[in-house]
């Protein structure tokens, strides 16, 4: 007899998708699988931006695994030079909350240092009837992964007489299946 076994594995791909009004379209990953890995393939080119300017990012969730599953929480770390926008309309649909740096929820953007959200768990799914289910990856049927996207929007706060390159990371920080 054979078994078949099934695993859960999500992975995130952040990438800039507008710059206040304007839409950002070349940053999308493209999935490929070569010598048996998953790639995404995207630039990872700066965008350039202006102080007090709105960047819009997509974190997009995969389902890499077998399993079905969620997404449970999906945590943004905040870096110098970008502010986050708490009441955003974006950041609000995507149910975004700020955390200090005792992991205590804040109101105070100056005192927050991530920003978390459960805009894809199950219990939103069953409270909104939002499909939150990411379906497992099989390579016989499907292309590619099946993903779900959350936005965020922030300002940025880094002065235009900086050179710097803000670098923004974010990461699943719980899963269920």
């Known amino acids: ?3 078949k076994v099934n695993y859960f594995d999500l992975a995130l791909r952040k990438f800039i998708t507008g710059v206040n009004e304007t839409p950002i379209t070349n940053r999308v990953p493209v999935f490929s699988i070569e010598n048996g890995k998953y ?30 599953g969620y997404a449970e929480e999906v945590k ?3 870096p110098e030079g970008l502010e986050f926008l708490p009441d955003n309309s974006i950041n609000t649909e995507h149910r975004w909350v700020m ?11 100056t005192k927050a240092v991530e920003i978390r959200t459960d805009y894809l768990s199950k219990e939103q799914e069953e409270a909104t009837g939002r499909n939150n289910l990411l379906k497992g990856f099989d390579q016989e049927t499907m292309s590619q992964p099946d993903y779900k996207d959350i936005k965020i929007a922030f300002k940025v706060v880094e002065k235009n007489t900086s050179d710097r390159i803000l670098i923004n990371t974010a990461e699943i920080s719980e899963d269920a299946d």
């Open 39 to 68: 790639v995404y393939t995207h630039t990872k080119e700066p965008v350039e931006v202006s102080y007090a300017d709105t960047v819009i990012y997509t974190l997009r969730i995969y389902n890499e695994g077998s399993q079905a």
């Open 76 to 78: 943004d770390d905040l």
């Open 99 to 109: 955390y200090d740096e005792n992991g205590e929820v804040t109101e105070d953007v």
């Open 1 to 3: 007899e054979k078994v």
